[in-house]
């Protein structure tokens, strides 16, 4: 009994170590008008993390990160509209954001922080043309190394700098597929094809 005890404390120490916090929030117009489709970055103090998402119908957003200081930023058409500092040590719902005079933003107020970071997309499938999920994939350069893994539907998503790297795909710490690649804007890469290992 006390060595299925330690195996538990052992498993779940790990998870918690690793603990996900939630930023939330909700983008309006001086009219208090939601905005929709409205891109939000939370950026690490020190760019070794970059995360973004949208707004949906109704303005309102959520990212998760670890904990940590951040950099939030809101951007419509790469114009950088507002940025506050946040440090995050739990669930943090900010409220309602309101950007004013957006038709009128003054270049000295924009933001080009953001216009080095890229978005490279893909999808991976099987020779019968099915999703892949649970592959890591890696993205690496002799700076940087990132990785993220499919989701159910076979899809990844990395953000990264202009640059020449490496995209790997692994399967059990075995690489089954690999391409160069130039990172020079946002970048799709489609469906790719690979055969993996029953498991």
Known sequence: MKTIKQNLILAILPTISVAQIEISGKIVDKNN??????????????????KN????????????????????EVVKDEKVLLKKKLILNENVNIGTLVLNNIENISQEKISISKESWYVIKGRII??????????????????????????????????????????????????????????????????????????
């Open 53 to 72: 998402t949208y707004t949906n119908e109704d303005g309102f957003f959520a990212i998760t990160e670890q904990k940590g200081k951040f950099d939030l």
């Open 126 to 199: 099987d020779k019968n043309n099915q999703p892949l999920p649970s592959l890591k994939i890696k993205l690496t350069s002799t700076t940087s190394s990132k990785k993220v893994y499919s989701n159910d539907l076979g899809e990844f998503e990395l953000i990264e700098k202009k640059g020449n790297y490496t995209l790997k795909i692994q399967q059990n710490s075995k690489t089954i597929f690999k391409r160069k690649i130039v990172v020079e804007g946002n970048l799709l890469l489609g469906d790719i094809s690979i055969e993996v290992n029953k498991m």
């Open 33 to 50: 008008v939601p905005l929709q489709m409205t891109e939000v970055y939370l950026t690490a103090s020190d760019n070794t993390s970059l």
